[in-house]
């Protein structure tokens, strides 16, 4: 059993940067091999952001994100965090941490676990 809080979600302007973090809980195994960020918005399906396997110490940027975001973990591996940088309106959404036994499949809207999200608000 696993669970997932996000933090770190907020409010901030256009080109501004905030830091995500998703704190993992239970059997830690899950964390160590894949957990994923995702980001949804109203009327559209939920899309994969970023994803990290510390273990094989890799990583996956969606391409919108590629230059911009990065993710990593600590070094108990059982916290991920997203730094976001130079944030655009349509980065917006709510943020949701997943985690899966096997990477990549935490990069899928199948993941095994999921949190229950956080919220992040660009203004122009």
């Known amino acids: 059993q696993v669970q997932l809080v996000e933090s770190g979600g907020g409010s901030v302007q256009a080109g501004g940067s905030l830091r995500l973090s998703c704190a993992a809980s239970?059997?830690?195994?899950?964390?160590?091999?894949?957990m994923g960020w995702f980001r949804q918005t109203p009327g559209k399906e939920r899309e994969v952001v970023a994803g990290i396997n510390s273990r094989g110490r890799t990583t996956y940027y969606a391409d919108f994100v590629k230059g911009r975001f990065t993710i990593s973990q600590d070094n108990a591996e059982n916290t991920v965090y997203l730094q976001m940088n130079s944030l655009k309106p349509a980065d917006a959404g709510m943020y949701y941490c997943?985690?899966?036994?096997?990477?990549?499949?935490?990069?899928?809207?199948?993941?095994?676990?999921w949190g229950q999200g956080t919220q992040v608000t660009v203004s122009s």
């Open positions: 239970g059997d830690t195994y899950y964390s160590r091999n894949c």
């Open positions: 997943a985690t899966d036994p096997r990477w990549p499949n935490c990069l899928r809207t199948e993941s095994l676990y």
